[in-house]
Each structure stands twice: as C-alpha cells, then as structure tokens.
C-alpha cells in the first residue's frame, strides 16, 4: 500500500500546510506540469551528458548569476546578449575580462567577474560536456563551482533537480502573507530577525520545516507521483507561479505585489486577505 496520501484523496486535507498547498496546487496544475515536464527534460538531458544542454545550462548559469538584486526578465534580457555576442567561445569571454564584458553587455563588474569565474572553471574541467559535469557535481555537493548558496538551489530545481529548495524575496513574501511564517514562528518558537545577517539561512530552515509537514503526501503530476519529502523544490515551484512577478507568467501570477486576491483559492485561508478584506 501506499505510504503517502494523495491531496486528491484528502480533498481539503486538516493539516494548514497541507491545505494550502491542495489548493495551490489546484490553481496553477497545468502550468506546473507544463514546468515540470521542461525542467524534467533538461535533467534528463544533462544525465545523459548530451552536448546539446551545455549551451542552455550556460544560459541558466549567467541569467542566476545576473539576476541577484535584479528582476529575473532583465536578468534573461542581459543573460541572452551574452550568449548572443560569444556562445559557448568561454575562452573569449575570460580574454575580455569583466570590465569590458560590463561595458559591452551591462549588469556590472562584479556580475561579469562571477561569469568570467565560472567560465574559467568550466574551461578547466574540459571534455565535451563540461556543464553537464558541473551541474552534476554541484547536485551531489562535491566541491563544486558555487553561483552563492541561494543561486545554487534555484539553478538546481530549475535543472529538474527538484530535491533542491531556494527561498526568494516572492516566495518568503508568500509564507509571510498567507499566515505560514506565523503560524511557524509559534510552532516553533522561532523568530526571524529581518536584518539579521542569518535571516536567509534561518528563514529557509524554518520554510523547509514547515512544508515537509505535508511531507508524507504526494503531488501528482503529469500522471506520475511526487512524494514532497524528496520534491520540495516543486513547492517552491507552485509557490513560485502563484506570486511571480514574471510576465511571461502573467496568467499564473496571482499573489503579486498587488495581490489579485478575487482570482485566488486561498482567501478562506490567508491572514493577509482576512486582515485586509
Ligand atoms: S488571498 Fe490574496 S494575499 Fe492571500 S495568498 Fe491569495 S492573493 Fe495572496
């Protein structure tokens, strides 16, 4: 028998966590698995060392490594022009330097000089499928080229390696909003401090704690079954979708700056939509 629950089976199951994330889940399922299938593929892929990955694991790479204090579409933008200009010619972009990328392609020196790092390394493993060894490192935690700590999850679940959970300022914004980040505060008797110079680290402790309290159920997806306990990048995932500020999401994009709280499942649930309605 089955050792997880299924949120179909439970319909709106008694645990809060697991409630919100049902109902998540019921919102945004087509585009989470039309996003899981792209990223599943990409994994696939780079399993197999196919070179025809490398150059979209390059553009993966670059746009994390832009995007940092940025919004992800101008992060794309820049991260495009690079590839546009060089390719895969990484020996090109290490001759040029950060100070003449920054001039050439934008988003600053020290965005370029992590680009230029990254492409030394690669240059350095060698071999015909270079990212792919990289990205497989990275995975594995061996001592690998890092884009930061918060990058390297992001870059992983976005490689359909969905045992990887970033937290990022919409997602954390989430927890906060729909009552999560209190609701765990007290569980927990945890406080977050929001200028603490551990806040990240601690706030994404305390996100994987509570959603590993819908541990024991299972998403299902495009037919196949996710337990969360080992997915809980597809969390972050539906989290994600729901509250992007992403235009090329805009259909998904629900709990934005301006939340568009008639169009949302959870308002029955949602300390900010009571607080505020
Ligand atoms: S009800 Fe409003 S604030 Fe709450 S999660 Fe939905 S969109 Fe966000």
């Not at 697991?18 to 889940?25: F, P, V």
């Not at 706030?203 to 159920?217: F, K, N, P, Q, S």
């Not at 500020?245 to 949602?270: A, G, Q, V």
């Amino acid at each position: 028998m089955h050792a997880y629950r299924c949120w179909e089976e439970t319909k709106i199951a008694d645990n809060f966590v697991e409630r919100i994330l049902y109902l998540l889940e019921q919102q945004h399922s087509q585009t989470l698995s039309d996003q899981v299938s792209i990223y599943e593929n990409l994994r696939k892929k780079i399993e197999i060392d196919d070179p025809s990955i490398e150059t979209e694991i390059f553009d993966n790479a670059v746009t994390s490594i832009y995007t940092a204090g940025f919004r992800s579409e101008t992060a794309e933008k820049y991260s495009t022009k690079l590839l546009e200009r060089f390719g895969l010619n990484l020996q090109e972009i290490v001759d040029w330097g950060e100070h003449r990328l920054a001039k050439e392609i934008g988003m600053g020196r020290r965005k370029n000089k992590k680009v230029v790092e990254l492409c030394r390394y690669i240059i350095h493993i060698g071999g015909v499928t270079p990212f792919c060894a990289w990205v497989k490192s990275l995975h594995s935690g061996e001592d690998a080229f890092s884009l930061g700590p918060k990058s390297d999850e992001d870059f992983l679940k976005c490689l359909g390696y969905f045992q990887h959970f970033p937290v990022d300022t919409l997602t954390a914004r989430f927890f906060d909003r729909v009552g999560l980040l209190k609701y765990a505060a007290k569980k927990y008797d945890t406080v977050i401090n929001p200028l603490g110079t551990d806040r990240y680290e601690r706030l994404h402790e305390l996100m994987i704690r509570v959603y590993l309290e819908a541990g024991d159920t299972i998403l299902r997806i495009g037919g196949k079954e996710y337990p969360v306990k080992n997915n809980l990048g597809l969390i972050d995932i539906l989290v994600w979708l729901h509250c992007n500020e992403n235009k090329r999401y805009r259909e998904e994009s629900i709990c934005r700056s301006k939340p568009l709280c008639k169009k949302c499942n959870l308002t029955t649930h949602c300390a900010f939509y009571k607080r505020h309605m």
